[in-house]
Nanobody, 123 residues
Framework: QVQAVESGGGLVQAGGSLRLSCAAS????????MGWYRQAPGKQRELVAS???????RYLDSVQGRFTISGDNAKNTVYLQMNSLTPEDTGVYYC?????????????????WGQGTQVTVSS
């Protein structure tokens, strides 16, 4: 089993910054991908940024140049640095991880979601 726990949300004024962290734990041998999604009230959950091992990063168009995703595989942790925040960035931010773990002589793939952390940007 694998778990993901986020931290770092909060209330900030427009133009401010926040840094989110997500630590994965459990049966982890390799990290395939770690990412951040968000869900605003009345809207669908959307991918904000992700980092794929050996491939690179991708971002939602509206956060490109303002948000930076980074990972520390040694700590099984992913970060999201959010700058120049706007009220449109308000929502619940969820961490998602896709990893491989050893089960006997085999590798198993696991997906895990964090519980979500609220980000509120006031105008």
């Amino acid at each position: 089993q694998v778990q993901a726990v986020e931290s770092g949300g909060g209330l900030v004024q427009a133009g401010g910054s926040l840094r989110l962290s997500c630590a994965a734990s459990g049966n982890i041998l390799n990290i395939n991908e770690m990412g951040w999604y968000r869900q605003a009230p009345g809207k669908q959950r959307e991918l904000v940024a992700s980092i794929t091992t050996g491939v690179g990063t991708r971002y939602l168009d509206s956060v490109q140049g303002r948000f930076t995703i980074s990972g520390d595989n040694a700590k099984n942790t992913v970060y999201l640095q959010m700058n120049s925040l706007t009220p449109e960035d308000t929502g619940v931010y969820y961490c998602h991880v896709n990893v491989e773990g050893r089960v006997g002589d085999f590798l198993a793939e696991y997906d895990a979601w964090g519980q979500g952390t609220q980000v509120t940007v006031s105008s």
